[in-house]
């Protein structure tokens, strides 16, 4: 099994404002990291819920590019080389601008995942 940290969901949201309200003022969920477009909350001590606003409005996306299955390790590199030996197609490791590093694919019914570590 893969040594994986937290479990982090992340939602794609035209309504954006309104939705990290709704899950900070209505829900509760204590904001854990903010940045321009992008606001995580904490829902247990291991699971996260991201509100990520698009980049364009009025670019509609699919529904399999409205969530995101963020899962964070340790060791990008490790995680990587584990999964590719089951997954020969996987894409390589790469950097966000904002640092992390990351590789994402999709699942059989075309669901985004992501893997990432600081």
Same mark, same amino acid.
């Given at each position: 099994?893969?040594?994986?940290?937290?479990?982090?969901?992340?939602?794609?949201?035209?309504?954006?404002?309104?939705?990290?309200?709704?899950?900070?003022?209505?829900?509760?969920?204590?904001?854990?990291?903010?940045?321009?477009?992008?606001?995580?909350?904490?829902?247990? /001590?291991?699971?996260?819920?991201?509100?990520?606003?698009?980049? &364009? =409005?009025?670019? *509609? %996306?699919?529904?399999?590019? +409205?969530?995101?299955?963020?899962?964070?390790?340790?060791?990008?590199?490790?995680?990587?080389?584990?999964?590719? /030996?089951?997954?020969?197609?996987?894409?390589?490791?790469?950097? &966000? =601008?904002?640092? *992390? %590093?990351?590789?994402?694919? +999709?699942?059989?019914?075309?669901?985004?995942?992501?893997?990432?570590?600081?």
């Amino acid at each position: 099994m893969l040594p994986v940290k937290s479990l982090h969901t992340v939602l794609i949201c035209e309504k954006w404002e309104d939705c990290v309200s709704f899950y900070r003022d209505v829900l509760g969920f204590p904001v854990l990291y903010e940045r321009e477009r992008f606001v995580e909350f904490q829902v247990t /001590a291991d699971a996260r819920i991201g509100i990520l606003k698009p980049l &364009h =409005p009025d670019d *509609p %996306r699919p529904r399999h590019d +409205r969530v995101i299955l963020s899962i964070s390790v340790e060791d990008i590199e490790a995680a990587h080389a584990e999964l590719k /030996a089951r997954f020969p197609g996987l894409p390589a490791v790469r950097t &966000h =601008p904002w640092g *992390p %590093r990351v590789f994402e694919f +999709r699942d059989p019914e075309g669901w985004r995942i992501e893997f990432w570590s600081q």
